[in-house]
């Protein structure tokens, strides 16, 4: 089918209005009509070409919301009309240990996962072109149904990548109450940390540059801030963390995070910056025994159970609605930390083009 899309022709050049051609809806196949996609911190790594081996052109949209306009024969779970997410990979090998243990992010097989953009198609050379469009075509298994109420919407599109990759590393380390627990970088990623490890239970501190979004930060359920500039209040936490998730989406000094975290206390970074951390003082972890750590999104399993959790917990990501067409502008906003806290397409913009 021919869909309307918005795609980086090189990595220097803006995002522009762009046709392309989606399968047809095969036997095990879900088709998606788009009615929101969010913004994340790498589709900008992408479309500017910042993370290497991107091809273009290039559509991003990896946080996808919409409606099923079509099922293929295979398909149990999903019909016409019901309302579903799609988040950051559209297929995997299915066979391999880790995508036996529901967590086809680490796919074992040749080609890894295939990302929902500038992903490789099994077998095949072409690239995949994600949710800034207003059509996609989805094997069932990589189709997560959305219970939230149909106004929530567009706060949903950004739990499939913000919030499923908060989520992983939160439950695989075992965040709840009783625990100390800090979110570094109050972006996207940043503020669903904060919602979900207050909704599990934790005592919650967030860490940011940015001394305006202090009350913010409090408003999404941090029970302390930091302004991690601030060396003096920095050492106040020391050795008394948990756990610290760092969402933070540019190189930093890693060590002054380190020394926060309590002896077996572990960092987990989400952030890919497109240039290296300085590398951390080992005394760091030797001498405490911590651990630093690394978490790609999640699977698909944990990414149902997360939508349940957020939707039984009425959790939606604060957004701010933007059209299709000012994308530009939102990619130059999110690189100055000005937004509360994810921009989402409403995709009608793209549709009524
Ligand atoms: P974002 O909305 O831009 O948020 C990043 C936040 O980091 C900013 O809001 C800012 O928070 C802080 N920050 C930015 N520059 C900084 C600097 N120079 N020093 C210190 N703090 C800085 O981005 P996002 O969408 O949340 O994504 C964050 C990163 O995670 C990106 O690199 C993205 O590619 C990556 N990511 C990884 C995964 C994964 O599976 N591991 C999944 C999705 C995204 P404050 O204003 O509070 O300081
Ligand atoms: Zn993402
Ligand atoms: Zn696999």
Redesign the pocket.
Known sequence: MSTKAYAAQTAKTPLAPFTLERRAVGANDVAIDILFCGV???D??TARGEWGGVKFPSVPGHEIVGRVTQAGGNVKNFKVGDIVGVG?MVDSCRTCPSCKDGLE?YCEGPDGFTGTYNGTMSGRGDNTFGGYSTDIVVDQHFVLKINHDESDLAGVAPLL??GI?TWSPLRHWNVGPGKKVGI???????HMGIKLAHALGAHVV?????ES?RQA?LDLGADEVVI?KNSADMKKHALSFDFILN??????NLDAFMALLKRDGTMT?????SEPHPSPFVGNLIFKRRQLA????GGIPETQEMLDFCAKHNITADIEMIKMQDIENAYER??K?D?K??FVIDMNSLKTA
């Open positions: 994340c911190h790498s900008l790594h950051c992010q990548c913000a990759t570094v970088g109050i972006g996207g990623l940043g967030a860490f940011t540059t940015s979004k930060a991690s969402t933070v989406a540019a190189p930093h970074l989400v952030g890919v910056p690394g978490s790609l999104i999110m690189l930390s937004v806290y994810r």
